[in-house]
């Protein structure tokens, strides 16, 4: 009797472990939009012109998104749309004054865009995207805050180095030349698997499209490992504090190989990332 009843006890726990483990770490993410971020927007300061009266001025004043809006929903629909291109341009305006590339992650056109002042350097083409609920269902106030201004890389994990380079050694006559070959080989291109952690937090993943070979599965799946691994402990955290921390959103891209090379080894180490979508 008592065995059974230590049973039924340790069975009847399980059950309910099992399933707080579900609802925090599957149910509770996919189901519910995690917030994004509070983002202060700097909006950029008008300068009044001179000899100009305050009626001038208040008839100069926006209409506001209410007025113009109104209650129709392809009007507020419009709105959202053409307050995120604002953005976008004034996002791209503001990098085409630095002297450094950046990169703008194009999900309408699936295009993933290397610009420098303007200049389109370099476009790869998006073969498949994915992204989280929440910056796919919000269609609010917080995700034009949000896309507002260019993110900031973070940190970054990668397959593959940033600076590949080939050490030949000199030889020490004519002789010992003409036994060495007359180019040193290039350098094997590695399987791709890319972690960018962007400030406002935001995680883009590149992956290439064709199947690595036996070494880059296993370099791929070490780093793949490495954050699921940070996502268990999460989930271990908030069974023990029975608070979990909001997911990061994500948006994964595949490219092909050749173009996510370059755009990993062109970028700058201090990327930033224009999102349009």
Known sequence: ?????????????????????????VVMPVWTKNPLPKVTVNKPVVKEKPGKSDDNNAKDEPIPDTLVAGDSKDARTKLFALRKKEDLLQSRFELASEDS?????????????????????????????????????DQSEALLNWMSEPFTVKHIDATIPKIS????????????????????????????FIVMDFNRNLRLVIQQDEKPDDEGKKIIS????????????????????????????????????????????????????????
């Not at 030889?171 to 094997?188: F, H, I, R, V, Y």
């Not at 271990?236 to 990993?264: E, G, H």
């Open 165 to 192: 380079f080939i050490e030949k050694i000199a030889p020490k006559d004519s002789t010992e030349a003409n036994k060495l070959q007359a180019e040193p080989k290039m350098p094997k291109l590695g399987d791709v």
């Open 101 to 137: 590339m950046y990169l703008v992650l194009d999900l309408v056109r699936n295009s993933a865009i290397i610009e420098m002042k303007g200049i389109e350097l370099h476009d790869c083409r998006i073969l498949h995207s994915e992204v989280s609920n929440s910056i796919k269902m």
């Open 222 to 277: 070490d780093l793949r490992g490495k954050y699921n691994k940070l996502e268990i402990q999460r989930t271990l955290q908030a069974l023990t504090k029975f608070n979990r921390q909001p997911a990061m959103p994500q948006i994964s891209i595949v490219l092909s190989k050749f173009d996510a090379t370059i755009l990993y080894k062109s970028l700058p180490v201090n990327l930033k990332l224009i999102l349009r979508m």
């Open 1 to 25: 009797m008592k065995n059974k009843f230590a049973f039924w006890f340790i069975t009847v726990l399980s059950l309910i472990l099992v399933i707080y483990v579900l609802e925090t770490s």
